[in-house]
């Protein structure tokens, strides 16, 4: 028996092949690929229904031209998901025409699919019957409603009439705008911390009072807002969902804070095994979300404090002013990017000395903070060893930022600094004092023969 099966399987999917072989003959010089199924503008499709074997989904554009999932549930769309499908089906080429005066659709599996496009001012719809698959090359057995032809259709449509309603589902469901949010609570694990943003900047609140790293923050911030769906595990949350996917007390909590909009969100999340849940404050939603979001949670505060002492761009420095011991000097850019003496005396600078040590200062990184110090006076701060202010021009705003030097632990190549911006102290590499000036001529051009003899021994090396 189950030989005859095989036979008469065999025998049905040669006549097939023969049947399209001799369709593909017969239709030979009559590509249509010019010719349209469809001809509407995507823009004025309203309403989309995309009926399959086991399961209907209806979408609906609202008055901002966003996509929603009515049917089989009431969810927001991906809305660059639906506008491809709306886009493929509204401006449909044929590919080939197989029965010019109409035939059989059941012989051609019509209608496995059915596509139907509700279209501004026109009360009837546009609908179309999809088919099996042309088993030479894949493209489609198709027809229109109120045309008689079957036809084929690029196979790359299948793609979208293949997708679920997950697939069609808006998967970053918690969004929010980052930088609306001025405050942020994190608790994870064994790591807690609140910080707040005051004008560009954030501070940290607790543990300690801190700069933090303005990018890193605002990568925690990013993390959340563009967390995306792996599933929908719960569409309106009760309680006991809550307790079977562990968020009733999350592991890891964080709390948003828009003074703007008067509101608060609060993230809960929870790892179990492989898996990542995920709901907010404002959603009724509870979601399988992409496990990489814990990676920005748990970094710590040191991981997270803004270790540069002072933040500018070399090239936006205007004027630099240094104050160590008995040296007192002043350079200013001028033209062509020159710098100039402003004090002690007027005077060309040397440019290659005078940006050299702005790039030293940029580059002054905390090897160790020194948080709460006790007094100045112990890390010769007070009065400070010596002073750095750099003021910076960027369009027509000016700013400047300076850096206090303290002592020097010459055992460990270290120097202490300050922020007068900052309450606590940084513990930098003290390489940066060599290229401050013991005088001013230190940092005059060399003599035209002096500039010679180096051209030679970098030359000689």
Not at 311 to 331: G, H, I, P, S, Y
């Given at each position: 028996m189950k030989f005859r099966t095989t036979l008469i399987l065999m025998a049905a999917f040669l006549a097939l092949l023969a049947a399209v072989l001799l369709f593909e003959s017969r239709s030979r010089g009559k590509k249509a690929s010019e010719e349209k199924l469809v001809d509407l503008s995507s823009d004025d499709i309203q309403k989309i229904s995309l009926k399959k074997e086991d399961e209907t989904i209806v979408f609906k554009k609202d008055d901002k031209g966003d996509w929603f999932i009515v049917e089989p549930l009431e969810a927001k769309a991906d809305t660059y998901e639906v506008n491809r499908l709306a886009q493929d089906f509204s401006s449909l080429r044929i590919d080939r025409v197989i029965e010019p005066e109409g035939g059989d659709p059941a012989k051609y599996e019509i209608p496995k699919k059915e596509l139907t496009l509700w279209v501004k001012d026109k009360e009837q719809p546009v609908k179309l019957f999809i088919g099996m698959e042309n088993p030479l090359d894949k493209t489609l057995f198709a027809k229109k409603e109120d045309d008689p032809r079957i036809v084929l259709l690029a196979s790359y449509l299948k793609s979208g009439l293949d997708k679920t309603v997950f697939d069609f589902r808006q998967k970053d469901v918690f969004t929010f705008e980052t930088q609306e949010v001025k405050n942020i609570k994190l608790r994870a694990k064994d790591i807690s911390w609140e910080a707040q943003k005051k004008e560009e900047d954030w501070f940290f609140l607790k543990p300690v009072s801190a700069l933090a790293r303005k990018t890193r923050v605002e990568d925690v911030l990013r993390a959340l807002s563009s967390l995306r769906a792996k599933g929908f595990v719960s569409e309106q949350k009760q309680e006991a969902d809550l307790e079977k996917h562990g968020l009733k007390e999350p592991e890891y909590t964080v709390i948003l804070s828009f003074p703007s909009e008067n509101k608060e969100m609060t993230f809960s999340l929870h790892k179990e095994g492989d898996k990542v849940y995920a709901t907010t404050s404002l959603s009724p939603k509870i979601i399988e979300a992409e496990s990489h979001v814990l990676t920005d949670i748990e970094k710590k505060v040191e991981d997270l404090?803004?270790?540069?002492?002072?933040?500018?761009?070399?090239?936006?420095?205007?004027?630099?002013?240094?104050?160590?011991?008995?040296?007192?000097?002043?350079?200013?850019?001028?033209?062509?990017d020159k710098w100039f003496f402003e004090s002690p005396d007027k005077g060309e600078a040397d440019r290659s000395k005078v940006e050299t040590f702005i790039r030293k200062i940029e580059g002054l990184e905390a090897s160790e903070f020194i948080d709460l110090p006790a007094g100045l006076e112990e890390y010769g701060l007070a009065p400070p060893q010596g002073e750095v202010t750099i003021w910076t021009k960027r369009d027509e705003t000016e700013k400047h930022v300076q850096v206090l030097v303290g002592r020097q632990d010459e055992e460990k190549k270290q120097v202490v600094v300050k922020n007068p911006r900052l309450d606590y102290l940084f513990r930098v590499d003290s390489s940066f004092l060599n290229e401050i000036p013991a005088k001013a001529e230190d940092w005059k051009p060399a003599p035209p023969e002096d500039k010679k003899e180096d051209k030679k021994k970098e030359e000689k090396k």
């Open positions: 404090r803004e270790k540069q002492v002072v933040a500018f761009n070399t090239w936006e420095a205007a004027k630099v002013d240094v104050k160590k011991a008995d040296v007192a000097l002043v350079v200013v850019k001028g033209k062509d």
